[in-house]
C-alpha cells in the first residue's frame, strides 16, 4: 500500500501541481476509487453519489448533453454508423458524419475549413506541428498558467520555449526583447478563457507584440467556443479580431455538448494537419459524438439567446460572489472562482454545500495555487433561482 500511494503521489505531484493538491488527490485515489461518482447526465440538478443536487460544476454551458435533439442524433447515428470506423480518416476511416462536422463548424466559425480530431486536448499539438510545418516560428512564447494540454507538448516542437507571466503583456514583452535573435519569429500561445478562475487572456495586447515581430498567436479556446462572441466563436470574435497572424482551435465537449476537437482555418494551415500523425493515427470520435455535435453547433447558431441567458446567469452569479466581498471581474464568462483563508477552510465549505444539496467545485486544477480554490460555474440552463439559493447557502458558511 505504502508504495501504491508513493507511485500516485509522484503522479499526482505532476496533475495537481502542488504537493498539498497531490496528497488530496491520492487520498481520494487510493483504493482506486474516485470520491464522487456521477450518476446522471450532467444539467443544473445532477446525481451524484446517488443524491440529486444543485449542480455548479464542469463546462455542460448549455445543457446540451442531456438535450434530447443531441441524444436522438447520437441514437441514430450509432444505429447507421456504429461505434466508429475502426480505421484512420485517410484509409477508410471518413464517415459523412465526420465530414458533417467539418462543414457545420465551418460554417459556424465563417473559416474556410476545419479539421475534426479526436479530442480537445490534441488541438494544441496539432496547431503547433502544423504551424511549425509551415515554418511560421522559431521560438514559442507560452503563458506560464496554460492550461497543460498546452505544456504536455510545447517541447514537442523541439523549438526554444519560453514562458512568461500569467495574462501578462508587460512579462511577454521583455521574454520577446530578451530572447528573441534579429528575423526570428515568435509563437505566442494562451489559453483564450483560463479554466480556473475564468480569466479572458488579453490577447489584443499580445497581438500587438506578435504583429510587430513578424510572428503569430494561438490560442486554446475550449472553453470560449460558443460563450464568447456575438456569434460563440470564441475569443477573436469577443475582441473583434481578424487576422492571418492568428490561429485557434476548441472543444465540442463543452458548450456544444458532445465531443472532439475542432481545428477552423485556411487551406494551407489545416492541410498539414489533415495529413499528419492525430488525424491518421487515432480513431476519430464516435459517430455518436460527431452527430451530437452538428446538433449542438446548430443549435448554438439557430438560438443566440441561450448566450444572453448564459451571459445573465454569469453576471448573477460574480455580481453575488462580489457582494459578499469575493473579487470577481465583471466579464460574461460563467466560471467564477474564490479562495477563502485556508485549504481546510474551503473543504469545509465544500462538505457544507454538498450536505445542503449544492454541489461546487472543491479544485486544484490548472492555476488555482497550493490551497487550491472553490469554483462555480453556472450554465444557460440554471434559473435565477438556483443561482440565489446557491449564493444564499454560501454566504451563511463564509
Ligand atoms: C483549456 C483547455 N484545453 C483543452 C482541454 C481539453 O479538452 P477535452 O476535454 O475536450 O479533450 C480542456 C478541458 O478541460 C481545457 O480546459
Redesign the pocket.
Given at each position: 500500500m505504502a508504495s501504491r500511494r508513493r507511485f500516485l503521489e509522484t503522479i499526482a505531484l505532476g496533475i495537481a501541481g502542488s504537493a498539498l493538491g497531490a496528497r488530496k488527490l491520492v487520498a481520494q485515489l487510493v483504493g482506486s476509487k474516485y470520491r464522487f461518482e456521477m450518476d446522471s447526465g450532467p444539467g443544473p440538478e445532477t446525481v451524484i453519489n446517488g443524491k440529486k443536487l444543485l449542480y455548479f460544476g464542469g463546462?455542460g454551458y448549455f445543457g446540451f448533453q442531456t438535450h434530447p435533439d443531441l441524444l436522438h442524433a447520437a441514437q441514430k447515428a450509432t444505429a447507421d454508423f456504429g461505434m466508429g470506423t475502426a480505421t484512420s480518416r485517410n484509409v477508410f476511416g471518413t464517415s459523412p458524419l465526420y465530414l458533417d462536422v467539418e462543414r457545420t463548424a465551418s460554417n459556424f466559425f465563417g473559416s474556410d475549413e476545419t479539421i475534426y480530431l479526436p479530442?480537445?486536448?490534441?488541438?494544441?499539438i496539432a496547431g503547433f506541428q502544423s504551424l511549425a510545418a509551415l515554418r511560421r516560428f522559431d521560438a514559442m512564447f507560452v503563458d506560464e498558467g496554460a492550461?497543460w494540454?498546452?505544456t504536455d507538448f510545447m517541447y514537442a516542437l523541439q523549438k526554444p520555449v519560453y514562458t512568461f507571466g500569467h495574462g501578462d503583456a508587460g512579462s511577454l514583452r521583455s521574454k520577446l526583447k530578451e530572447n528573441l535573435k534579429p528575423g526570428e519569429k515568435p509563437l505566442v500561445v494562451s489559453?483564450g478563457?483560463?479554466?480556473a478562475f475564468g480569466k479572458i487572456a488579453p490577447i489584443p495586447d499580445y497581438f500587438k507584440l506578435v504583429e510587430s515581430y513578424d510572428g503569430c498567436m494561438w490560442i486554446?479556446d475550449?472553453?470560449a467556443i460558443g460563450v464568447l462572441g456575438g456569434n460563440g466563436r470564441g475569443t477573436y470574435e469577443h475582441y473583434s479580431l481578424q487576422s492571418e497572424r492568428l490561429y485557434f482551435g476548441g472543444?465540442?465537449?463543452?458548450a456544444v455538448g458532445a465531443?472532439?476537437?475542432i481545428i477552423p482555418g485556411k487551406q494551407e494551415f489545416i492541410l498539414p494537419i489533415r495529413t499528419g500523425h492525430i488525424a491518421n493515427g487515432a480513431n476519430a470520435s464516435p459517430s455518436a459524438a460527431a452527430a451530437a455535435a452538428v446538433k449542438g453547433m446548430e443549435m448554438l447558431m439557430a438560438k443566440p439567446d441561450l448566450r444572453q441567458q448564459l451571459w445573465r446567469n454569469a453576471r448573477q452569479l460574480k455580481s453575488g460572489l462580489k457582494a459578499m466581498g469575493f473579487d470577481q471581474d465583471d466579464s460574461a464568462v460563467p466560471i467564477a472562482a474564490w479562495t477563502l483563508k485556508t485549504g481546510e477552510d474551503m473543504d469545509r465549505v465544500h462538505a457544507d454545500l454538498m450536505n445542503r444539496g449544492i454541489a461546487i467545485q472543491r479544485t486544484h486544477y490548472v492555476g488555482t495555487g497550493a490551497n487550491g480554490a472553490l469554483r462555480a460555474v453556472v450554465f444557460a440552463n440554471h434559473k435565477p433561482e438556483h443561482i440565489n439559493r446557491m449564493l444564499s447557502e454560501l454566504k451563511m458558511l463564509v
Open positions: 463546462t479530442s480537445g486536448y490534441l488541438i494544441n492550461h494540454s498546452v489559453d478563457i483560463f479554466p486554446d475550449c472553453h472543444t465540442l465537449s463543452k465531443h472532439g476537437g
